[in-house]
């Protein structure tokens, strides 16, 4: 099978502009989770989707949102950017059947710089 | 709300050594434990998980994981090291919502560096 699957790879927006990052899940997989990596701010959890559903947030401003389409893919998109959203994006696809107990497969990351 | 603790930064090690990487975590309710692994401009691949049992997990490339409940401990070992295991390694746990959900909380990383 495919792994997950990010798009773009690298990314460099500026200050106020809006983003848009796509992540495919590997075949089958019914959860997508969305995690910011920063060196200051580690690994944070950014929200997880299940059948289209949004069922578990963290802890980030409105600015930063998401969708997952019935065929599992999802995209996050971050609004009015700011400097601090300079981050690797990763995405995580999981089969969705065992919870919090699934192991999660992540793709290679999105980075984006913002300028 | 449950949280990780990577106790070293850094692990500097020769090659051939053994290693272990400690991680600590906080938690009322049942625990699922992960070790993962992200080398350089890649993602993160699961090493090993802990969801019940024994409390000795094996995971890939020869790494295992000792769940400790009384010292609220899942340290992760290797007994000799390789070059190709200098990466970054991050211990995390699993914390579920009513609606089925779960997220994810991340160790703060520990960078493992063998020298030859």
């Known amino acids: 099978k495919a792994g997950v699957t990010q798009t773009p790879r690298y990314l460099i927006k500026t200050r106020g502009q809006q983003v848009t990052l796509s992540c495919s899940p590997i075949?089958?997989?019914?959860?997508v989770s969305w995690y910011q990596q920063t060196p200051g701010q580690g690994l944070q959890f950014l929200f997880e989707y299940f059948s289209e559903t949004q069922r578990n947030k963290g802890n980030f401003p409105g600015r930063f949102s998401g969708r997952q389409f019935s065929n599992s893919r999802s995209e996050m998109n971050v609004s009015t950017l700011e400097l601090g959203d300079s981050a690797l994006y990763l995405c995580?696809?999981?089969?969705?059947?065992?919870?919090?107990?699934?192991?999660?497969?992540f793709g290679p990351g999105t980075r984006l710089t913002v300028l | 709300a449950q949280s990780v603790t990577q106790l070293d930064s850094q692990v500097p090690v020769f090659e051939e050594a053994p290693v272990e990487l400690r991680c600590n975590y906080s938690?009322?309710?049942?625990?699922?434990l992960f070790w993962y692994v992200q080398y350089p401009n890649q993602g993160l691949q699961l090493l090993l998980k802990y969801l019940s049992g024994s409390t000795l997990v094996k995971g890939i490339n020869g790494f295992e994981a000792e769940f400790n409940k009384s010292q609220t401990s899942f340290h992760l070992r290797k007994p000799s090291v390789h070059i190709s295991d200098t990466a970054e390694y991050f211990c995390?746990?699993?914390?579920?919502?009513?609606?089925?959900?779960?997220?994810?909380?991340f160790g703060a990383g520990t960078r493992l560096f063998v020298k030859a």
């Open positions: 938690s009322s309710v049942s625990v699922y």
């Open positions: 075949s089958g997989h019914r959860s």
């Open positions: 995390a746990v699993s914390e579920g919502v009513q609606n089925g959900g779960f997220k994810t909380i």
């Open positions: 995580a696809s999981s089969p969705g059947l065992a919870g919090l107990a699934d192991t999660q497969y």
